[in-house]
């Protein structure tokens, strides 16, 4: 029988299950953490294709070459 909070139970098999509850418990856990470890790193890589294009983009707006090209067209 479990005692109070937190309390182990008496039962031999009891306690077994619970031990392997607990094991079973950590393994899930640690599964989720690999794989939210892995989509972050996927979320970071398409934040710096999207960072990267995005200075692409504004260098050719609003770089000193536009500049240039906007005098000589007028």
């Known amino acids: 029988m479990i ?3 937190g309390g182990l139970p008496d039962d031999f098999d009891q306690l077994k299950a619970l031990a392997l509850s607990a094991m079973s418990q950590t393994l899930n856990l ?7 470890t892995q989509t ?3 979320a970071k890589a398409e934040i ?15 770089g000193k070459r ?3 090209l906007g005098a000589a067209t007028e």
Do not use: C, P
Not at 30 to 36: I, N, Q, S, Y
Not at 48 to 62: C, E, H, V
């Open 48 to 62: 710096d294709r999207l960072t990267s294009i995005i200075k692409t983009l504004r260098r050719g707006r609003f």
């Open 3 to 5: 005692e109070g909070f």
């Open 30 to 36: 640690t599964a989720k953490v690999e794989d939210l």
């Open 66 to 68: 536009s500049e240039k």
């Open 40 to 42: 972050n790193a996927a």
